[in-house]
């Protein structure tokens, strides 16, 4: 026998409450078994919850779009860090400048680039680089190109930036999560109520006759192994 699956996330619990609502109002003989007390809780209930669900989407959606820009803007920066190394190391090579050259890029003197693996990583090697262009060009050496350092610090500013909106982009997501979990137990007990009520009305049907109504009103449930899943309900028109 499949196993009811209770909504287990605030989007779940909100299209599981709108499914109710929009099923008890459709011309179909099995919208009266739900309660008309029942179904007007859950619509004046859904008159807050679903803003409060919209507005957590809405902001999950624009952290999204935050963390997105700032990975895309580190893997740039490590693009021109990497590249900056490379050409450094060759130029040492191929003008047979002395190993200090590299030290005050950030380099040790064998040349070997640090590991990069995380945002600060990053960050604190494009500092070095930034910072190390005036003492390598004061120490006699020219300055960097392909890339400049003045290339690989606009980079950078763009890192900095991008990061800091992440920040208030994760506020806004706790504060959303935390409105929508003070309204998660009513959510709950409305879901639970409306399932009471239909399990009552159909107390003396058969499981798999229960199972096909429950879903019908945006109830779950998942088939233990071994067993076949029961086919998708159809709603009976009123004659």
Same mark, same amino acid.
Do not use: C
């Given at each position: 026998?499949?196993?009811?699956?209770?909504?287990?996330?605030?989007?779940?619990?909100?299209?599981?409450?709108?499914?109710?609502?929009?099923?008890?109002?459709?011309?179909?003989?099995?919208?009266?078994?739900?309660?008309?007390?029942?179904?007007?809780?859950?619509?004046?209930?859904?008159?807050?919850?679903?803003?409060?669900?919209?507005?957590? /989407?809405?902001?999950?959606?624009?952290?999204?779009?935050? #963390?997105? &820009?700032?990975? @895309? %803007?580190? *893997?740039? $920066?490590?693009?021109?860090?990497?590249?900056?190394?490379?050409?450094?190391?060759?130029?040492?090579?191929?003008?047979?400048?002395?190993?200090?050259?590299?030290?005050?890029?950030?380099?040790?003197?064998?040349?070997?680039?640090?590991?990069?693996?995380?945002?600060?990583?990053?960050?604190?090697?494009?500092?070095?680089?930034?910072?190390?262009?005036?003492?390598?060009?004061?120490?006699?050496?020219?300055?960097?190109?392909?890339?400049?350092?003045?290339?690989?610090?606009?980079?950078?500013?763009?890192?900095?930036?991008? /990061?800091?909106?992440?920040?208030?982009?994760?506020?806004? #997501?706790? &504060?959303?999560? @935390? %409105?929508? *979990?003070? $309204?998660?137990?009513?959510?709950?007990?409305?879901?639970?109520?409306?399932?009471?009520?239909?399990?009552?009305?159909?107390?003396?049907?058969?499981?798999?006759?229960?199972?096909?109504?429950?879903?019908?009103?945006?109830?779950?449930?998942?088939?233990?192994?071994?067993?076949?899943?029961?086919?998708?309900?159809?709603?009976?028109?009123?004659?």
């Amino acid at each position: 026998m499949p196993t009811y699956a209770p909504a287990n996330s605030d989007e779940d619990r909100h299209s599981t409450l709108q499914k109710i609502v929009k099923t008890s109002g459709e011309a179909i003989v099995e919208a009266s078994l739900l309660p008309a007390a029942t179904r007007a809780k859950i619509v004046t209930f859904l008159t807050t919850y679903t803003p409060v669900i919209h507005v957590l /989407s809405d902001k999950m959606a624009d952290r999204a779009q935050e #963390v997105s &820009e700032k990975d @895309k %803007a580190q *893997a740039l $920066l490590e693009t021109y860090v990497r590249d900056f190394y490379i050409v450094l190391k060759r130029r040492a090579t191929r003008l047979q400048q002395n190993v200090a050259v590299l030290v005050h890029y950030g380099l040790p003197q064998s040349g070997d680039v640090p590991a990069v693996r995380s945002a600060s990583d990053v960050v604190d090697a494009a500092t070095k680089i930034v910072n190390g262009e005036t003492a390598a060009v004061a120490a006699g050496f020219g300055p960097m190109s392909n890339p400049t350092a003045a290339e690989v610090a606009a980079v950078l500013a763009s890192f900095v930036k991008e /990061s800091g909106e992440v920040v208030p982009a994760d506020s806004a #997501v706790r &504060e959303a999560e @935390k %409105a929508a *979990a003070d $309204l998660r137990p009513m959510a709950d007990e409305l879901i639970d109520d409306a399932k009471s009520d239909l399990s009552h009305a159909l107390r003396k049907e058969s499981g798999p006759a229960q199972r096909r109504v429950l879903r019908l009103f945006g109830f779950k449930f998942t088939p233990n192994p071994g067993e076949t899943p029961e086919s998708d309900p159809t709603p009976t028109p009123i004659p």
